[in-house]
């Protein structure tokens, strides 16, 4: 007898946050787009069950109890409100306790298809793609979107695609796919903000395969963002992540190429010198030229030291991740076996 290919499940994550008015409707919405033939016919036969799930993420408003009146069928809820990074390390962590092959991300107001599901799903079943995330700026240009943000937003996804090595098309979508391997994988440094760059760029430097698909989506005029209050605090919060995350991923690049580039400098300024001391064998009026490459050549050294030291480190840290992985592994399929 030929043994029955195993079924996947799928758990469609809302992080939610005083979303009382739209909740309801984006649980409606995804549960009839359940029904669409991809999962009957198409390449989603595979998937078995299919289950919402809400963070709650400290909501005073009714957004718990009008999830549960939709039908919703994981709910966590705690308080305060931690913000969205926390709000998908929840997610995660419940994911993988209820044994889900597949979490797929989207916001809770509405602003994403639910019926663009298949889309992300589609690369991870067919095992082209690891995490897949949608893409605002593609075939599909994001209408509505403040345009500040759209330019900030392709400039440190080209930062990060040049620092990495990797073509990157959309850093702060929250709309995304992730297989098991990758929920195991992803080890959030940061839970005080959000944790869309963070994720993409300690992906990439754990080789999962990541693939942008284009969907549509419009920008609601007037609705205030939930992450963060002003553009300056977006940038701030968001480039500190971001340093951060390509200092641990890509150490040698983050530290030597600056310090390349200041030791290039530093034996330039030490050519000028020598160069305008031959002519006239006098150092005097040169002496700036000294202690200015003096400077950036120590400065360039300290930095390539720099480089070598956080490249240790980096293994380290990668043997510690290994075995972490492995613990999470054996840790949420003991208690996958508990629950049978």
Avoid at 1 to 24: D, F, Q, R
Avoid at 51 to 69: C, H, M, P
Wanted: charged share 25%; with cysteine.
């Amino acid at each position: 007898m030929i043994a029955e290919e195993k079924k996947l499940k799928l758990i469609v994550n809302i992080p939610a946050y005083n979303e009382e008015k739209e909740i309801g409707k984006t649980i409606e919405r995804i549960k009839k787009s359940f029904q669409q033939d991809f999962y009957s016919i198409g390449d989603g036969r595979s998937i078995g069950e299919k289950l919402v799930q809400v963070i709650d993420d400290g909501s005073a408003d009714k957004t718990v109890a009008i999830a549960r009146e939709n039908g919703v069928d994981l709910i966590i809820s705690y308080y305060p409100n931690r913000r969205l990074a926390y709000s998908f390390k929840m997610a995660v962590e419940n994911c993988l306790v209820n044994d889900a092959d597949i979490m797929v991300n989207i916001d809770a107001d509405g602003q994403f298809n639910p019926d663009d599901i298949p889309k992300l799903l589609t690369p991870i079943l067919e095992k082209k793609a690891d995490m897949v995330i949608a893409n605002r700026f593609g075939k599909y240009r994001a209408k509505n979107i403040p345009w500040i943000r759209e330019f900030l937003n392709k400039l440190a996804a080209h930062i990060i695609g040049f620092f990495l090595g990797q073509k990157t098309d959309d850093l702060t979508c929250g709309f995304r796919a992730h297989n098991r391997e990758t929920l195991l994988r992803l080890n959030l440094t940061n839970i005080h903000f959000t944790y869309t760059q963070e994720t993409i760029i300690d992906a990439i430097g754990k080789n999962l395969k990541l693939k942008w698909i284009s969907v549509p989506v419009t920008y609601f005029e007037n609705r205030q963002g939930k992450i963060t209050k002003s553009l300056f605090q977006f940038i701030n919060n968001s480039g500190k992540i971001i340093l951060k995350a390509i200092r641990d991923v890509r150490p040698l690049k983050f530290f030597g190429w600056p310090g390349i580039f200041l030791l290039l400098v530093g034996f330039l300024g030490f050519a000028i010198f020598f160069f305008n001391y031959l002519q006239n064998f006098k150092v005097t009026p040169y002496l700036n030229y000294i202690i200015f490459s003096s400077i950036t050549l120590l400065l360039g050294i300290q930095l390539i030291i720099f480089a070598l030291i956080a490249d240790m480190i980096k293994s380290s840290r990668q043997l510690t991740e290994e075995l972490f992985y492995q613990w999470k592994k054996e840790k949420y399929s003991s208690a996958k076996n508990k629950s049978r």
